[in-house]
Nanobody
Framework: QVQLVESGGGSVQAGGSLRLSCAIS????????TAWFRQAPGKERERVAY???????AYIESVDGRFTVSRDAAKNTLSLQMNSLKAEDSAMYYC??????????????????WGQGTQVTVSS
């Protein structure tokens, strides 16, 4: 059974950094799409960044250059390094997997496996 468990959220002042981690169990092969989503109150869940099964990564425009997504095959974890945080980055952050698909898509409904979420709060 595939399970995802996030950690690393918290509260930080604008301009600060946080690192989110997602421990993946149920499969160990890195050839599958994994992604980070976030959802703020009253807003739709949006995909922030992803690494697909081919090793390609991408970001939404608002975080490009500030966030870095990475995958550690040995530890079977997905991480999101968030720098220069802004108040508008405040949200619940979720990691997700499209196992057994390698290609990532934007629509959250196409991701079968989700973590429980970790809260990120940025104060200005």
């Amino acid at each position: 059974q595939v399970q995802l468990v996030e950690s690393g959220g918290g509260s930080v002042q604008a301009g600060g950094s946080l690192r989110l981690s997602c421990a993946i169990s149920g499969y160990t092969d890195s050839r599958y799409c994994t992604a980070w989503f976030r959802q703020a109150p009253g807003k739709e869940r949006e995909r922030v960044a992803y690494i697909d099964g081919y090793g390609r990564s991408a970001y939404i425009e608002s975080v490009d250059g500030r966030f870095t997504v990475s995958r550690d095959a040995a530890k079977n974890t997905l991480s999101l390094q968030m720098n220069s945080l802004k108040a508008e980055d405040s949200a619940m952050y979720y990691c997700a997997s499209r196992f057994p698909n390698s290609r990532c898509v934007e629509d959250a409904t196409n991701y079968k496996y989700w973590g429980q979420g970790t809260q990120v709060t940025v104060s200005s």
